[in-house]
C-alpha cells in the first residue's frame, strides 16, 4: 500500500489536461486532493485497520480495501463499513469508491461474457486488477454518457458521438471518442474506467465498449469544475475550510487503447448489464456514504441544539430521530443486501438488487429533507454569518463575538466554528453539489424504481392477491 | 405440536368470560379464529416447514416456532420470515407473536432479575416455557394499561388501578387488579401475559408485575369487539369473507395468581426494562407482519391495475415502487437487526434496538400513505361497489356484470371478487383496525422516537461535528 | 321552499327501482336521507339563512341556494361557506351540490352550444330550472361512466355502453344507454342530471348527451351499496349513529328521453367542456365541505386531546396545526377562486380554474394523511372500544366506566360517547368511503393534474426562465 | 418618486460603517443594489404602474407602492401582485417590503398604543411616514433579535443586551444598544426601522422599543456578508450574474435616537402585538414573493425539460403540477387573506391572521422540496456544469460545445445559459441562501404554527365534535 507521499509523485508525474477556469492545472493544485488522502492515510489508523485494508484473492497481499473484489457477505459488509467510516471523516463522498465499484462489476460481466462468447476478457481483467491493487491504484469510473435527446437512443442521436464508442478497431486496440459527465474526482484518478450507461440494442455495439485508460492518455481532456467550502483564516478554520471537489467532463477525443486494457468490445447485450452491475455496486457503497452525510447533518444539527439551549425541545428530538432513521434505514438494508447477496461463477460476490435499489432511493428522496431538517434546527445564521475577518477585527470583533454568545457554557469561538460550518455545509457552492450528489449519485429515484421494478418478484404479490379475493384457491391445507 | 382441532377442543373447555354485543360468547364463535387456525395449519405444509417448526433448546423437541425461545441470528431471522409468509395468508395480523414476544423478553429479564436481586424468577419461567412449548400453547401478551391521565404516573392517578397493580400478596400467590386494553386476540389465547406497559419509579412497585393467566381464570373479563369483512355469497366469497379478528379490554378484577405463574414482582427497575424489551421483540415481529401486509396491499394493487389495462402507465410503476420500497426498507431493517443481535447472559438473542425502531416507525408513518395508494390506483369503486346479492340477481346481475367488465381477458366474476377484496381492506371496519394497527400496534411512531433517541449515539456523531467544524482537533493523523 | 315532511312525500311517490342487498327499496328507507333532510332544515336556522338561501335571478323569488345558479363572485363565496356549514352538521357529503353544479355548467354549455350551433339548448335548460327552483328539487349528477378498458376510447370499448350514449333519436326525444358508476345519493334524488364524463372526439357524438331523468324513469335502475355508522343504544347514540349514506351504479337501461330534457346531443365537442366545467364548479363545492371534514376531524382530535390531558403538549399542538393548514389552504383558494371568477356570456358566474383545482388537489392528497394525524391523536382506542352494549351493561358495565377514565373533569360518558365517534369516522366502513371520498371525489389528484397543466399559462414562465438565463434580453428597461 | 440615480447619490453620501470581509465598504459596491435598483426603475414601466405605483392617502400624491400604508382589501392585492411581479425579476428577494411591512405594523400599534396610554406616538409616525413617501425612502425593517440562549427571556439573559434595549433616556431623546440579526439588504436602506422580536412582560419595558434610525447613524455599525451567483464572461451571463444579495447584523452600539423618531418606548403589552403585526404583514408580502420563487423553480425547470425532449413525459408533468400547486395554494391564500382583511381604527387594513400564516407555513414546509423537484428534472449536470471559460476556450471549447447539445433545436449556448442558470439557483451560496430564506425569512414553519393556534376558533370546532359525538345537543332543529 502507499503512502499520500507516494500517491502525489504520482500525479506529479502525470501529463497537464485538466482545463479549468481558463487554464490548464497541475494535479496536485486540483480541489478534493485531500478527500483522497484519507483513504491513504487512514489505511495507518489502528482502529480502522480492519476495515480499510485486507487481504487480496488473486496475490494473498495485504491491499487497501478500496482495490479489493468482493469474494463474501463479510466482505461487502466491511466495504459498506469502511465505506461509512471514511465518509464522516470526509464530510461526504470518499471519492474513491466509483474505481472499485466499476471494476467490482467487471470481474463478474468479463467472466459472464467470455462464457458466452469465448472472448478473453477475464484473464486481461484480472491481470489489469493484480497491478492496480499492487500499485494501490486511484481508479475513477466514467460512465454517465452526455446522452444528447434525452428520448433519443445511442443509434438515434443526431450526432453518433453523444454516447462513447468505438470508432476505429486496429491491430493492437481500439480507438474510442465520445464524453462522460459527472465524473467526480477524474483528474485526481490514475486510471479512468469508461463502462456503458444503459442497455443497447443488438445493432448498438458501437456503443458496448469497456476500458481503462491512464487519466492523462493522449486525447484525454478533462474539463473540470470545482466546488469549495469558503477560505476562512487559520484560528477559525474547519477540517476542510477552503477546500472542497471535483467534477469533469470527460472527453475522450479519438483515445487509443491497447487491447490488454479493453474489457468489453462490441458485445451489445452485456453494456446494459454492464451499466446495471455497476451501478448496484455503487448502490451498495451509498449504503455506506449517504448513512456517513447524515451523521455530519445529525451531529451538526444536535450540536447546534446544544450549543443554542434547546436540546431537549420535544421538536428537536423528533427532527433528530428523523434524521437517525434516514441514516439507519439506508444503511440496514446495505447489510441486509449482504446477507442476501449472491456468488456469481466469477468467484466475486454481489449483493441483493431490491435493498440496494429501496436504500439508494431512500437515501435520494429524503436528502433535501435532511438539510431542510438541519436549516430547521439551526434558525436563520448559517445563512447570515458574518465572516471570519469580521469576527477577529479589532474594530468590531469584541461586539461581532458578544453578539454571538448563546448558552453560558460554549465560546463565542466555538459557536462561531460551529456555525460556519453549518454555512459551510448548507449555504455554499459544495452544499447544492452535495444536494444533487444525494439525488442524482449512482442513480436518481427514477432509475431506482426501473431498476426495482424490473427485478421485484411482483407475480408472487399478485398470486397472493388472487388468493386472498377468491379468484384462486390456495394449493395446500390451510385456514 | 397440535392440530387446530387440538386447539379448538382446548378452547371449548375454557369457562365464558367474553363479553361482546350484550351476550358472553363461547370462544369458538370468536372473530379471528381461522387467523390462529392458520399458525397450526402452516406447520403441516412441506414448503414452509424450515419457517414454521424449530427445535426446542429446552426439550430438543421439535416445537411450533411460535413458540421459540430465540437463541441465535438466524433464529431471529427465520422468526421474521416465518412472520411474513404466516401474515400473508391471514392478510394482516398473525396473532400469535404478541404471546411469544413477551415471552422472549421475560427469559431475558428473569434471568437480570434474579442476578440483580437473588429471586427465582427464571427457573420459575423456564418450568412454564417448557409445558408452554410442549402444549403448542397459544398465548397473547397483556400490556398496554388503560392508563387514565395520559401526563400522570401510576402513582399519581386519581385511581391507582389504571396501570395493573399487585394488591395482596399472599403465601401461595398474589392478587392483581387492573386493566389492559387493545388485547388483540385474547379470547382466542390460553395464555395472558400480563407485562408492565412502561418506566417505574422506585416507589412504583406494586404496579412492576408480570404474570401470566389462563384466559379464563376468575376475575379476568374479557370485554370484547370485533371487526369483520363482509360477509358475501359463497360463489364469489374469498378467503377470509365474513371472518375477522378480536380486540379485548382485558380486566383483571382482582385475580388471584400463584407464584409460579409470578415473573415479576416489585423489582420496579425491571418493569421498563421488561416493557421496553417486549416492545423490542414485537417490533422486531413487525419487521415480518409489516412487510406482509405491504404485500397485499401492493399485490392487490397491481392485480387492479392489470386488470384494468393500465399496469403499464409510468404513475402506476412509481406507486408500486414505493409500496415495495417500504415493505423491503423494513423488512431489510429487520434482516440488520438480526445481524447486529446481541446473546443476552439468559442465551436468548436480542435485536438490535435501533434497526427495529428505525424499521417500525418507517412502517408506521408509512401506513395510511399505502392505503392512500391503493385507492389512488383502484379508483372510487371499492367505495361504491354494488352488493354481491345484486351481482348474481336474476333482475338486474346482467347489467352489474356488463357494466362492471374492463379488459377482455378478465371475467367479470374476477374483476367483482377483486374489487370486493379491495373493498374488504380499505372500506369496511376491519381497514380501519388495520390502519390502526398500522400506527399503534406494537408501539406508535413516537414511542419509537424514544427507544431511538435513547439508544442512540448521539454523543459520537456530535464528535464528528465538532472535528469537521474545527472545534476539537482529530486525534489521529489523516487528511 | 320545501319542507322535508314535502320531500319525503315526494320520494315516497316514486316508483320503486332501488335495488340493495337482495330487495327492492323504498326510498324513505335509505341511508343518507337524513343528510338531505339537513339541506331543508337549514334554511329555517335563522343565523345561516343569509347563506342557505338566495333570490332566484329567473323568477326573483327566495330559493334554496342548493338551486341557484350562481351569477356574480358573492354567490360563489356564499355558496362556498353554505357548504362548509351545512356539510360540518352533516359530519362530511352534504349531498345536494352534485346536481346544482351539474346544473351550473348546464347552464354556461348549452348558451355556448346555442351560439355554435344553432341550437336551442339553453331555453329548454331555463324552463327545467324555473320549475327546479320552484319545486325545490333535489338532482344528483350521473357522470362518471363505468369506463371499461382503462385505456381505451368509447368508442374503442368493446361494448360501447360502457359510456353512456344515444341508441335513438325519435321524434318526441331520446333513447339513452349505459350506466354511471359513484352516484352518490343517487336514489334519494328525484331529478339524476346524466352528463359525459370526458372529451369526445368528432366521431364520438353519440356519447356527447347531457339529459335531466326523473329518478325512477322507465328503464332507470339504481343498484346500490349503503354505509353505515353503527347503531348505538340511544342513550349513548351520536348525531348519525346507525345512519350512514348511499352510493349507486345508475343502469340506463334504454330510458327514453323527452327533448325538453335533452340539453345536449351529438355536438361531441362540447362533452368535454360540459364534463370539465363540472368538475370546476364540484371542484369549488369541494372547497367548501372538504374544510368542513377537516373541521370535523381536528374540532374531535382536539377534544380526544383535551379529554386525555395531552392538549397542550408541542406535537398535539403541531399535528392540530396540519390539520388547519389544510382545511385553511384548500379554504382560501375556494375564495380566491370567487375573486378570480369570470363571468361567462350566458350570466353564470364561473370560478378560477387553477385556484379550484390546485384546492381540491392539495384536499385529495392529505385525506389520508389527516385521518392519520387524528389516529396518531386517539391512539389505539378506537379500534378496540368496547360495545355499547358492555359499556351499560349491568355485569360488567361499571368496569368498563371505571378504566375507560381520563381526566377527572370528563365522565367516562363523554369519553365514551368521544371515542365511539372516533371510531365511527375512522373504523367503520364509512370511513374508507370518506376515505375515498376525498381522493376521488370530484375529481382524483392526477385529474386536477391534467386540469392544472391544461390551463396554466407556463409559457409565461419559461419567458421568465429566458429573461433570468440570458437566453434573452428582457423587453423593457429594469435593473 | 426617485429614479435609481437619485438613490445611489443618497447612499454615496452615507457615512462608512458597512464592514465586509476585513474592510469598511462603500455602499455603491454592496451586492443587491441591481435588486433596489430594480423598485425603482419598474415604476416607469408602464404595464406595471397600477401595481408599482398608488397614491399616498396621507398626501395625495402620487408615490411608490413600496411607501404605501394600506388602506383596503384592494391595496393589499395590489401590493402582493406587485411584490410576485417585481420579485420575479429579482429572481427571488426584492428587498424593499420589509421597511414598508414594518411601518404599516407601526402605523396600527402607534395609534392603538397613543389610545391606551396618551402616548403620542402616532403622530410623530405620520410626520416620519410623510417624509418616508415623500423621498421615496429605502428602509429595513430590524426585528430578530440575536437572542442568546433559546429558552430564555430578554431578562434572563446572562447579557442584558442581547435583545435590543432602552440603556438611557434622555430630554431630546433614547440611547438603545443591542444587536439585531439577519438583516437582509440593511447596508441598502436609508432608514432602519428596530422593532420588539417578541412579547415582553410588565417587567420588560426597556425591551419595549421602536425606533427609526438613519443606516448611518453615529454607533450604528452594519456586520455584513455577501452571497452571489457566480461571475461569468459577458457572453454567456444571466440578468443577475456576479450579482447577489448582502446580510448584515445591525449592531447598535449605543445610538442615540430623537424623540420624533421614537415610536414605542417602554409599553411593555405593545412589544409582542408590534412584532406579531409586522410578522404578519411580512407573511403577506411572502404570498406575493414566494409565488415568484416557485415561478422561477418552475419555468426554469420546465425550459429544462423543454431543452432535454421530455416535457411530455408524464412524470414531468406532475412535478410541474405540484411547483404550480406550491406557488398558487400560497397565492391564493394571499388573495383570501386581504378578502378577509380588517380595518383598524388607525384606518390601516390588517390582512387575516390564519390564511397568512397558513399561505406562509405552506411555503415554508415546501422550499426544499421545490428545489429537489427542480434537481431532480434538471439532472447532475448543474453540479457538474464546466466553467464558461472553457465553454469558450479555443482549446476545448469546440468540444464542450458538441457534447452539451441536447435537441437540434436548442444551440450549445443556449443550453449552457440555463444551465449554468440552474446551478446559479442551486449549487451556489446564494441557493442555500435561498432555501434558509424561504424556511426562516418572516417567521419559521414553528412560528407560524403559534401564530396559528393562539388565533384560531378551535373551541367552535370542539363545539361540532360534541355535537356529532352526541356528548350535546345541536341548539336549533335540524336532521
Redesign the interface.
Known sequence: MRSKEEYHESLKAMKPNV????EVLGRENIPGL?IL??TF??T??EEYKHLTTTTSHLTGETINRFCNINQSPEDLMAKQEMTRVTA??A?GCIARCMGIDSLNALSVITHMCDQAHGTEYHDRFLEFMKTFQKNDTVGCCAQ?D???????RPSEQ??P??YLRVVEKKKDGIVVRG?K????FAPLAEEIIAIPTRFLRENEGDWAVAVAVRGDSPGV?L???G?SYRERVPE??????GKGEV???T?F?DVFVPWERVFLCGEAEFGGQLALLFSLYHRHSYTGCKPAVS??I???A??VA?Y???EK???I??K??EL??AA??V???G???A??SLKTPSGTQVPDV??CN??R??AGVN???E??LL??IA?????????D??FI?P??GD??K???????EVSAE?MY??Y??V?DI????M???M???G???GG???M??IA??RT?D?A????????????EQ?P????
Open positions: 482545463y479549468m477556469g481558463g485531500d488522502d484519507l492515510d487512514i495507518k489508523v464522516r471523516f464530510g454517465s452526455v446522452k444528447g435527446h434525452r428520448l433519443r443526431t450526432d458521438d453523444l464524453a459527465a459527472h465524473n467526480s481532456k474539463v473540470c469544475r466546488s477559525l478554520a474547519g477540517l476542510h475550510s467534477e469533469s467532463l472527453i477525443d451523521d455530519v445529525m451531529g451538526t444536535a450540536l446544544e443554542s439551549g434547546i425541545e420535544g421538536h428530538g423528533s433528530l430521530a437517525i432513521s439507519e434505514l444503511y440496514g438494508c447489510i441486509a443486501a446477507v442476501r431490491v435493498f429501496v436504500a432511493k431512500h436528502i433535501y429533507h438539510y431542510d436549516c430547521e434558525g436563520g445564521l448559517p445563512a447570515t454569518l458574518p465572516y475577518k469580521e477585527s474594530e468590531v461586539l461581532v458578544k453578539y454571538l454568545k448563546r448558552v453560558d466555538d466554528k460551529l460556519a460550518w454555512s448548507t449555504c455554499s457552492g452544499a447544492g453539489v444536494q444533487y450528489a439525488v442524482h449519485g436518481s429515484p427514477i431506482e424504481d426495482i421494478l421485484y411482483m408472487e404479490k399478485k398470486q397472493l392477491a388472487k388468493w386472498l379475493s377468491g379468484i390456495v395446500f391445507d390451510i385456514g
